[in-house]
């Protein structure tokens, strides 16, 4: 129950950001819904009064009267029901927002929510669900049930035994209903759960739809897929023909009430102590009271379903962040480039993948971090570079703790470029300019002239994800965006992956130009890198730093491991540290 109200809080919270908005929309709405409560009771008069009484003129009167009743209630519910859609829209939009951040702040491997498919469906689908729940949900559930509440009295002031005894079955149907989508909640989970890997399935085929057609994996690929769907079909189905059912079995239980109405009420008429018009308004009464226990139920599987959605989204909002964030952080001075880790520990998940990892970098150093796929090099990179913080240890810069500075003035000196660069659709000084938005057209041209890309019209448009650039030339794109940025510090991560030999050559040359005396660690698995660093360090499951003599050999690439290189595990010591080799 408590998570229950913990989900219903957060979700409703977005809506009722716009309180004073809502509050005007439920209102006018509330007074929609109960100006129609009087159009039975004029009925009652213009029977009674009117046509038995047989004053023409009343009649004429009371259908006037009865226009302009339903004029006014649907011109409030039509007010009511705008204000919520623009307070809906805003709704969605501030959740998106909160979400997109929230999952800015995550590593896909802290969370699988973050990841691929299922950050587009929390973004996408469960996101589009606050527009219903604002123009229906909880708050339109507590209107419809006060509504339900004075209809449902004011028949028992007409008459209070034929009310009764007609509202049994709407008894029925009310816990029917409860019972029903208390048994379809689970299913309701679980159909959920496979849209988000059917999702996530289509992305991630489309994502790597080259590797699929080399292998010629495309049939298996589309009936991986097709089994998820048929799967999430299935299960729809079968909470569709279960709602269904009890949804039939349920109307025609509250569609007893009429009758019963007719039955006891002409009964008293005949009796004499209920007049017609008493006995059509009573009717129309139970019958309104009918359709508005329709519109609760409905609400109230709102509500359940609400609930589902609010933890599929608080699995984002309240994953832990990757960056211990403090208050009372000030801007970073200019740095040396001096840099220094002790103790640092990381877990992802389950793994513990840097164990008491320490180093100390001099201003202007040159270093490299070899090893194994797996032994933690992009990790050690994402923690010097405060992309994460570690659980315990030290990162500093200059001697001063990282977290004691604010993250904007840090990101503008300590950049770490990722193996893949991001390429969006637009011109190729857009993509530039990314790193810093204020740079003037000369500073794009020079950046680009020293990343290697001045034979490139900074005016060419570049197809999103870099469709029409090679490898290398995704690369030279980052270094020009840093160059813009022009850090004291700078983190590459793996920057010559599937790069052919020219090509790398090429590429280390460019960054060895354009470093101009800057702190510069890399990340990679390519021996040649080693030749133009000042230190090798070698990583090994993430264990301490052991500094081994300054002769020691930079580690080979070990065949069996294929493509990475091997670091010589020591029998205390899973990072090993090599001599200068090129300075």
């Given at each position: ?329 000030r801007p970073m001075p200019s740095l040396t480039g001096a840099l220094t880790a002790t103790a640092l520990v990381v877990d992802i998940g389950e793994r513990r993948v840097l164990d008491e990892v320490s180093l100390d970098v001099t201003p202007g150093e040159v270093i490299a971090f070899v090893g194994p796929t ?210």
């Open positions: 129950m408590k998570e229950t109200l913990h989900a219903l809080r957060f979700i409703y919270g977005y809506p009722l950001r716009y309180r004073r908005a809502m509050t005007v929309a439920t209102l006018t709405m509330l007074a929609g819904l109960l100006s129609s409560i009087a159009i039975p009771l004029v009925m009652r008069v213009a029977i009674d009064a009117g046509v038995l009484g047989g004053d023409p003129g009343l009649l004429l009167v009371i259908a006037v009267g009865v226009l302009a009743i339903g004029a006014v209630s649907a011109t409030l519910l039509h007010l009511g029901k705008q204000l919520r859609f623009k307070v809906a829209s805003r709704a969605v939009n501030d959740l998106r927002h909160d979400l997109f951040r929230n999952l800015l702040r995550l590593g896909p491997a802290d969370t699988a929510e973050a990841s691929g498919g299922r950050a587009l469906t929390r973004l996408v689908s469960d996101a589009v669900f606050v527009r219903g729940l604002t123009n229906g949900g909880l708050l339109e559930l507590l209107n419809q049930l006060l509504v339900t509440s004075v209809m449902y009295l004011v028949a028992m002031v007409i008459d209070v035994r034929t009310t009764l005894l007609a509202s049994i079955p709407l008894v029925i149907v009310i816990v029917g209903h409860l019972t029903v989508q208390g048994r379809l909640h689970r299913v309701f989970v679980e159909v959920k759960g496979q849209f988000t890997n059917l999702l996530s399935g289509v992305g991630e085929s489309l994502s790597n739809i080259g590797v699929v057609k080399s292998f010629s994996r495309e049939g298996a690929a589309s009936d991986r897929l097709n089994k998820i769907n048929e799967e999430l079909s299935a299960r729809r189905g079968s909470m569709k023909t279960t709602y269904s059912r009890w949804e039939a079995i349920l109307n025609v239980v509250g569609a007893l009430p009429t009758p019963i109405a007719l039955w006891l009420g002409g009964a008293a008429v005949v009796e004499g102590g209920l007049t017609v018009g008493s006995l059509v308004a009573l009717t129309a009464l139970i019958m309104m009271v009918q359709m508005s226990m329709h519109m609760v139920t409905m609400h109230a599987n709102g509500v359940f379903r609400s609930v589902v959605i609010a933890q599929r989204l608080l699995r984002i909002v309240e994953a832990p962040s990757v960056l211990d964030i403090r208050s009372g952080t797996g032994s933690g090099k992009t990790t050690l990179l994402h923690a010097l570079a405060r992309l994460r913080d570690p659980q315990s240890g030290i990162v500093r810069y200059d001697g001063t703790d990282v977290r004691e500075y604010d993250l904007e003035s840090l990101r503008r000196q300590v950049v770490c470029l990722p193996q893949r660069q991001w390429i969006f659709e637009g011109t190729l000084a857009d993509n530039i300019r990314f790193a810093r938005p204020d740079a003037t057209p000369e500073e794009v041209a020079e950046a680009a002239g020293a990343a290697g890309l001045g034979h490139f019209p900074l005016e060419r448009t570049l197809a999103a994800d870099a469709a029409d650039l090679s490898a290398g030339e995704r690369q030279r794109v980052g270094l020009a965006r840093v160059l813009l940025v022009d850090p004291a510090i700078l983190f590459l991560d793996n920057p010559t992956a599937n790069l052919d030999a020219e090509t790398e050559a090429e590429l280390l040359d460019t960054i060895m130009r354009v470093r101009r005396g800057r702190t510069l660690i890399i990340a990679t698995q390519q021996p040649a890198v080693t030749r133009h660093v000042d230190r090798v360090i070698a990583l090994n499951n993430g264990a301490p730093v052991t500094p081994t003599s300054p002769a020691a050999p930079v580690p080979e690439v070990d065949p069996a491991a294929g493509d990475a290189p091997s670091a010589r595990p020591l029998a205390s010591a899973g990072l090993q540290e090599g001599g200068k080799t090129n300075g």
